[in-house]
């Protein structure tokens, strides 16, 4: 269960009171964090930042009424005249120009004034303290490198059965505790240019990214091709001729611009939009990663939705649920479920989650991430959505500073299960806010109709549908239920090959495939390609699709406004016989009933005495037929007559 006041979407990682036990726990680039944003010198060990921390804030801490009036009536005597400090070159720079100078002496290390740059790099004497740093705690958690050290500790290709150009890897990241998890990653080799071009939040290489700043590398393309296409005028016939009446050289290069491949909304436009790389954070029922049926589901959705980098992080470190054969409820460590869920905390597994969506966003150089749920996942997708934080912290359970909210921009629920719906989203979920910037998200859920699982119910699909129609988060949702459909029916199975009929085999081994089309039995693929096509459409960060949220669409008002999935198993139609049917009972009638083909010379008197039939009473003499005039004389005069005549 969820509670209300344990929502922080905003969670500010500089705003907040530190305790000393805190202070102390932190690494110095973390206590030089907090110093700067004091404005406190950042100079010295350890201990002396410590100090300098603790010391500031006690001095905030005072009351401001406290200050001794012998220091207050001097402070307030007037004092001499003092001198003018002499101006720097920057600050004459500055002055000159008109531009404000700001003064950051008091924010740099010793080493560092005085220097026109500051380096990112530490000094060989800064590098041996870090050193000793690390060595004495090993543990950080700076949550600027959150998802900076994951690496590749498996990889699978070649071991698939079929040859889809999809990259399949075991990645490990810290997670909880700075202890490893180890998540499996399915990719398409376009959507792996972030990771190997080294991560660090996004693709550096302007020829394989367009995460950082799309719009100035989609600027920067056609400005080098339209300098490509400047050429010097040539007045005369000859190509190698001098250029005539330009003597002054204004017009020896003219710029010859493509206005249908100019802005934003070109084709140029569009295929930057479609090289966006979206991170897909799926997250697993009870029975882990590692499952056929989830990893299938991870590969199709990273083979349909190319580019996308699908990542399905470990949530239960190596220990999912497996009931033993011999003891039905249990599993072999002789647990039943519920003992067996105490062991994966909530505030574990929310870190992990954030840890893994920072791995995308790191590594991989994701413009977008959305979570995935099934089951177990799709509760915990729920609550990500609403920014859930366990015992409203960011912090770690170590009570160090944890991975960043995962802010999705898309969220994907397939029958989820133990979450609150009511304590994750309603009317009054979106007022608390801190700043103003609002944070906007499409929500997708789906459900069984026989379900009866706590939170995947019908009952609960119409509650959640309600509650996320009146947050103000929520830019647009889509809430749908299957009916008779059981529990996990869009994943469970789907690595297993459905059964053909003999002529489907043959046909598939001699021509790759018979395109069959199971109406019947095809609620799973119907709940992947509504998923799959919701998430498409509000991942993308560039160039987005417009129109109206599909929630409010009027086209489709009957269709949103049902609960229920339309049982295309009892609306289903035999398209061959209907055909049939329709060419069985099709009877020709000729036009006036009467049947003339002009083509047939022995139907011309036929045709000579229905176009005579056709004359107006009141036709002009000039237009008349006369007796003698052929049938393409007759027409003639008709048309001329009367331009909208129409024999056929």
């Known amino acids: 269960m969820v509670n209300n006041d344990l929502l922080d979407d905003d969670f500010d990682y500089d705003d907040f009171e530190l305790s000393r036990e805190e202070i102390e726990a932190l690494t110095i680039p973390q206590l030089k964090q907090q110093l700067r944003l004091r404005g406190l010198k950042v100079s010295g060990k350890k201990q ?3 100090d300098r921390l603790l010391d500031n804030d006690k001095k905030e801490a005072a009351d401001m009424s406290t200050m001794d009036p012998e220091i207050m009536s001097s402070s307030s005597q007037p004092q001499p005249p003092q001198p003018p400090p002499s101006k720097s070159k920057a600050r004459k720079m500055a002055e000159e120009r008109g531009k404000e100078f700001i003064d950051v002496t008091a924010y740099l290390d010793d080493d560092e004034t005085g220097k026109s740059v ?6 060989p004497a800064q590098k041996g303290a870090l ?12 949550p600027e490198v959150w998802g900076n050290d994951a690496r590749i500790v498996d990889d699978l290709e070649g071991r698939s059965p079929v040859v889809d150009g999809m990259s399949r890897t075991i990645v490990e990241y810290k997670g909880s505790n700075q202890t490893m998890v180890q998540a499996y990653v399915v990719a398409s080799r376009d959507a792996l240019k972030g990771f190997l071009a080294g991560g660090g939040g996004a693709n550096r290489t302007k020829a394989t990214t367009v995460n950082e700043d799309p719009e100035q590398t989609l600027r920067e393309i056609q400005i080098q091709r339209e300098q490509a296409a400047k050429r010097p005028v040539r007045m005369g016939d000859d190509d190698e001729a001098v250029d005539e009446g330009d003597e ?22 569009a295929q930057l939009s479609a090289q966006e790389v979206q991170g897909v954070l799926l997250l697993s029922d009870v029975y882990g990663p590692y499952t056929d049926d989830t990893k299938a589901l991870a590969e199709k959705i990273a083979f349909e939705c190319q580019p996308v980098v699908v990542m399905v992080p470990d949530l239960f470190r190596g220990s999912p649920w497996k009931e033993d054969q011999t003891t039905p409820g249990f599993n072999e460590n002789g647990q039943d479920y519920e003992e067996w869920r105490e062991e994966h905390s909530d505030l574990r597994v929310s870190v992990d989650i954030r840890a893994a969506a920072a791995v995308l966003r790191e590594q991989y150089g994701v413009s977008s991430v959305v979570v995935w749920g099934t089951c177990y996942g799709g509760g915990r997708a729920l609550e990500v959505a609403a920014g859930y934080l366990p015992g409203g912290k960011v912090h770690d359970s170590n009570g160090a500073i944890g991975p960043p909210p995962v802010n999705p921009n898309v969220v994907v629920a397939w029958y989820p299960t133990r979450y609150n719906a009511k304590d994750l989203f309603g009317s009054k979920k979106g007022s608390k806010r801190k700043t103003e910037k609002k944070r906007e998200m499409a929500v997708m859920g789906l459900f069984a109709g026989n379900d009866q699982l706590e939170g995947a119910t019908p009952k609960d699909a119409s509650l959640l549908k309600s509650l996320l129609s009146e947050d103000e988060r929520v830019k647009d949702f889509m809430i749908k239920v299957f009916p008779n459909q059981q529990h996990g029916f869009a994943h469970i199975g789907l690595s297993q090959e459905p059964e053909a009929t003999e002529f489907e085999r043959f046909v598939d081994n001699e021509f790759g495939g018979s395109g069959r089309v199971a109406m019947d039995n095809g609620d799973a693929e119907v709940a992947c390609l509504l998923s799959t096509a919701f998430m498409e459409t509000y991942s993308r960060m560039f160039l987005p699709t417009t ?34 049917e329709s060419l069985d009972s099709f009877v020709e009638e000729p036009l006036g009933g009467r049947r003339i083909d002009p083509t047939d010379d022995s139907q011309r008197d036929e045709l000579a005495e229905m176009l005579r039939s056709m004359e107006p009473d009141d036709v002009p003499p000039e237009y008349k037929i006369e007796e003698n005039d052929t049938v393409e004389i007759m027409y003639a005069k008709l048309r001329a007559y009367d331009d909208s005549f129409q024999l056929f």
Request: proline share 5%; no cysteine; aromatic share 8%.
């Open 131 to 142: 050193d000793d740093e690390e060595d004495a705690n090993p543990i950080s958690s700076d």
């Open 547 to 580: 129109g109206p949220p599909i929630s409010q669409d009027d086209l489709a008002f009957d269709w949103n406004d049902d609960l229920n999935m339309k049982d295309l198993r009892e609306t289903s139609r035999d398209v061959r016989q209907e055909i049939e």
């Open 118 to 123: 500051k380096s990112s790099l530490p000094s």
């Open 48 to 50: 002396q930042l410590v």
């Open 248 to 269: 002054t050289g204004i017009f020896s290069n003219i710029l010859h611009r493509d206005f249908s491949d100019w802005g934003k909304y070109t084709l140029t436009g």
